[in-house]
């Protein structure tokens, strides 16, 4: 039942919204100022999508945003402006909340921009957000929930612009695509790291950030175990790739620094499978629909583990002769479609994944298999006839 004091609250809510609107209006008569020129029928909806109502997202509102930078890769960096504007400004958790959502689904639009439309690293920090607009006893709970949120983010945009600048371009392509793989770790724990810390955080609001982070938590280890499968291919395979040696050292050292490289990658592949096992446990418990939807996620035997890291090794050591080839055999790790939960096994036989270029950029069609992403599932038809995005 809804109290006096929450009426209270969301009456001085709407008027807060409702005066950023009018002041966004008044910006839209005056001269154009400033390198970016601003773009008040995009700074309307921003507000609009980010509005102070703690209960959820304004789907309406969000759907006109990612229409908007749908229909013009161009607006995608005043957007991004206007979201940096809003969140800057703020203490409201659901506010910058909502900013990061957007924000989170302007980047994905961004993978799928033409290069020069694309978005580099956040224009914002909310890193020592501190929430002002819920009591002591609730607002650092929420404000640790924005801080993750945040610290992903930031993460996701600066590996994004570093592949935009070609930071990597001049490397192997088994170097870099190991170093892709651990950043996509990287990029899981921070993703794993978003979740309430503290009681009474149930919130439709917070339950919703935690379906999009759902969403990208399995597109991300979809894209680790396809790198995963990839280096032992290339490296157990039957027609096992070199590595290119860096100035100054041998093949061999740089057999082994491949080596000792994938095997941390394994490693940490382990060690994350049942930390994702026990988040997505964690995501059911508080009814996340998104985490009802997967299976179980099967952790990789530690003996599987040994095994693979005593073949890595002794091709690194010995080579990879045919004889040894064939005495050692190949190995690899396949999987079992009998039941939900996938098994380890191990065979003598290769499998080939096939290319997903599109994992992680949010796909073309806005949902992977039957998981929908709320990201990328707005309708034009929410904009179209709507001539003046800036009536209050």
């Not at 309307?44 to 980010?50: L, Y």
């Not at 650092?140 to 992903?152: C, D, E, H, K």
Request: net charge positive; hydrophobic share 45%.
């Amino acid at each position: 039942m809804t109290t006096a004091r929450q009426w209270w609250l969301r009456a001085a809510a709407a008027v807060k919204d409702r005066k950023s609107l009018c002041l966004t209006r008044v910006a839209a008569l005056r001269p154009a100022s400033g390198v970016l020129p601003r773009r008040p029928e995009l700074e309307a909806a921003v507000i609009r999508a980010t509005s102070h109502d703690e209960r959820s997202v304004d789907h309406a509102g969000a759907a006109r945003v990612f229409a908007l930078a749908r229909a013009s890769p161009a607006a995608l960096q005043p957007l991004m402006w206007a979201l940096a504007r809003r969140a800057g400004r703020t203490r409201c958790w659901a506010v910058a909340l909502k900013a990061l959502m957007l924000a989170h689904g302007l980047l994905l639009r961004s993978d799928l921009a033409p290069r020069a439309a694309r978005l580099g690293r956040v224009p914002f920090d909310l890193a020592d957000f501190r929430d002002r607009s819920s009591p002591p006893s609730k607002s650092s709970g929420f404000s640790a929930f924005v801080r993750a949120y945040f610290r992903f983010l930031d993460t996701r945009s600066l590996f994004a612009s570093q592949e935009l600048d070609g930071g990597s371009g001049d490397a192997d392509d088994e170097d870099a695509r190991l170093d892709r793989v651990t950043k996509q770790q990287h990029l899981l724990d921070l993703l794993m790291q978003i979740r309430p810390y503290g009681d009474g955080m149930e919130h439709g609001l917070i339950l919703e950030a935690m379906d999009c982070v759902v969403i990208e938590i399995f597109e991300v280890y979809s894209q680790i175990c396809t790198g995963t499968a990839r280096f032992l291919v290339g490296v157990l395979g039957s027609a096992p790739t070199t590595p290119r040696p860096r100035p100054g050292e041998t093949v061999a050292a740089a057999r082994r620094r491949r080596g000792v490289q994938g095997m941390r990658v394994l490693r940490k592949a382990a060690e994350q499978s049942a930390q994702l096992s026990s988040y997505f446990e964690l995501c059911r418990g508080l009814g996340v629909l998104n985490a009802a939807e997967f299976p179980a996620v099967e952790r990789v035997p530690d003996d599987d583990i040994k095994d693979l890291e005593k073949l890595i090794m002794s091709h690194v050591v010995e080579g990879r002769s045919k004889e040894q080839d064939k005495n050692h055999g190949k190995a690899l790790v396949a999987v079992d479609n009998s039941s939900v939960a996938s098994k380890t096994v191990v065979t003598k036989e290769w499998v080939v994944f096939d290319d997903d270029d599109n994992a992680g950029a949010g796909g073309g069609q806005g949902h992977f298999g039957n998981y929908v992403n709320p990201f990328l599932g707005a309708p034009w038809a929410t904009v179209a006839g709507n001539e003046n995005l800036l009536l209050v």
